[in-house]
């Protein structure tokens, strides 16, 4: 079993920054792909970045390039998102999620994530 535990979260204004934490546990950490995904209300959960078990590959979705970036420290068991340029639509809970299967190359669809954590709230007021 993985457990996952997401943290920073909060209320920022547009054009802000907030960086997101995911502290994982259970089975060896850098074996994991790793997965940022979001929801906002009413809306289906969307991928917004990954990152190889190793670190040295990373994707984001179109619309966050630039803007957000993931990164991992494996001696923390850690992996980050931080957000710069916030912007309302950006709010949403935001979920960390771990791929254990090291064939796929940046998955970035819920199916390929079967560890999830519990979400963090990010809300961007204008």
């Known amino acids: 079993q993985v457990q996952l535990v997401e943290s920073g979260g909060g209320l920022v204004q547009a054009g802000g920054s907030l960086r997101l934490s995911c502290a994982a546990s259970?089975?060896?950490?850098?074996?994991?792909?790793m997965g940022w995904f979001r929801q906002a209300p009413g809306k289906e959960r969307e991928f917004v970045a990954a990152?190889?078990?190793?670190?040295?590959?990373?994707t984001s979705a179109d619309s966050m390039k630039g803007r957000f970036t993931i990164s991992r420290d494996n001696a923390k068991n850690t992996v980050y998102l931080q957000m710069n340029s916030l912007k309302p639509e950006d709010t949403a809970i935001y979920y960390c999620?771990?791929?254990?299967?090291?064939?796929?190359?940046?998955?970035?669809?819920?199916?390929?994530?079967?560890?999830w954590g519990q979400g963090t709230q990010v809300t961007v007021s204008s």
């Open positions: 259970g089975r060896a950490f850098n074996n994991y792909n």
């Open positions: 999620a771990a791929c254990t299967d090291r064939r796929w190359n940046l998955p970035s669809t819920t199916a390929q994530y079967p560890y």
């Open positions: 990152i190889s078990w190793a670190g040295g590959r990373t």
